[in-house]
C-alpha cells in the first residue's frame, strides 16, 4: 500500500523557519523524483522545490536561496526546510512522488506564516 504523509506544517513567524518532512512507503523510493507544491486559498497548485533520483534540485523563482529540498534514501523521507518565512508561504503543501507514469500524492499539510 502507497503512503505519501507529510508532517512538520504550522504556524511560522515572518523571518522565521519551518521544516516539512515528508514519509514514503509502498514504492521504491529511491527512483522516484520528489517535489513539494503548495497551494494557497483561492490560488492554483503550483510547484515549489524537486529533487531528481540523483539528488539534483530546482527551484521556483518565488522560494529559491529560501527554501532547500532533500532526500534521505534509506529512510524514504524528502525534507523542505523553508527559511526566511514570509506571510505569501502560507499555503497547503504538498508532497509529490513521480516516476515515468507513477504518481503519489501526499494528503497535505497547513503551514501559516503570521506574526
Known amino acids: 500500500q502507497v503512503q505519501v504523509v507529510e508532517s512538520g506544517g504550522g504556524l511560522g513567524q515572518p523571518g522565521g523557519s519551518l521544516r516539512l518532512s515528508c514519509a514514503a512507503s509502498g514504492f521504491t523510493f529511491g527512483i522516484y523524483a520528489m517535489s513539494w507544491y503548495r497551494q494557497a486559498l483561492g490560488k492554483e497548485r503550483e510547484l515549489g522545490a524537486t529533487?531528481?533520483?540523483?539528488?539534483?534540485?530546482n527551484y521556483a523563482d518565488s522560494v529559491k536561496g529560501r527554501f532547500t529540498i532533500s532526500r534521505d534514501n534509506d529512510k524514504n523521507t524528502v525534507y523542505l526546510q523553508m527559511d526566511n518565512l514570509k506571510p505569501e508561504d502560507t499555503a497547503v503543501y504538498y508532497c509529490?512522488?513521480?516516476?515515468?507514469?507513477?504518481?503519489?500524492w501526499g494528503q497535505g499539510t497547513q503551514v501559516t506564516v503570521s506574526s
Open positions: 509529490y512522488a513521480r516516476f515515468i507514469k507513477n504518481d503519489y
Open positions: 529533487i531528481t533520483y540523483t539528488s539534483s534540485t
